[in-house]
């Protein structure tokens, strides 16, 4: 996928809510922006296929940390962990108000081409207006923050 491109809903539906333990299914339109009819809002998704993915969760605390709450509010972050995994790194760091999903079969990942050629890595993407306004493959944790920043102002600048 590319920037530009639809942003596919049925893959949202596949996705598991961590604390139910159950797929998003039907719910995925509370998550996804033009399904809930707010068709002005945004989507921001970091993902990462690798279980235990030290950088996405150095990325996650910087996220947490750097963000505003008009951002955080607007950001989720889909892994392969399991759900039980995730909620207990979350309430280990004190982050249980950041929204996570488990993909551990990465189907959302494969169908949002997350999965990368050569190899695994931390993908953004940001989503509005049915289409994938942004994308920034293999981001590394450091600069997290930033590019997150950038590609949503970027956006609010020429939406797609």
């Known amino acids: 996928m590319f920037e530009g491109d639809p942003a596919p809903t049925q893959p949202f539906e596949e996705i598991v809510n961590i604390r139910s333990e159950n797929a998003l299914g ?11 009819n707010t068709k002005s809002d945004y989507l ?3 993902c990462d296929p690798r279980v235990t993915s030290p950088e996405l969760r150095a990325a996650a605390q910087a996220l947490h940390g750097g963000l505003g709450k008009d ?24 982050m249980d108000d950041l929204v996570v999903f488990s993909d551990e079969k990465r ?5 949002y081409t997350a999965l990368g050629e050569n190899r695994w890595s931390m993908t953004m993407f940001v989503i509005a207006d049915e289409r994938i306004q942004k994308i920034a493959r293999e981001m590394e944790s ?3 923050v930033k590019v997150i920043q950038n590609a949503v102002q970027a956006m609010r600048d020429r939406r797609l």
Do not use: C, G, Y
């Not at 039907?26 to 809930?36: C, F, G, N, Q, S």
């Not at 951002?71 to 004190?94: F, G, H, Q, Y």
């Open 107 to 111: 189907e959302w990942m494969r169908a």
């Open 71 to 94: 951002m955080l509010s607007k950001l989720i972050i889909v892994n392969a962990d399991t759900p039980a995994e995730n909620r207990r790194w979350l309430k280990k760091n004190n």
């Open 26 to 36: 039907e719910t995925a339109k509370r998550l996804v922006p033009w399904l809930k």
């Open 142 to 144: 450091i600069v997290a």
């Open 44 to 46: 921001i998704i970091v």
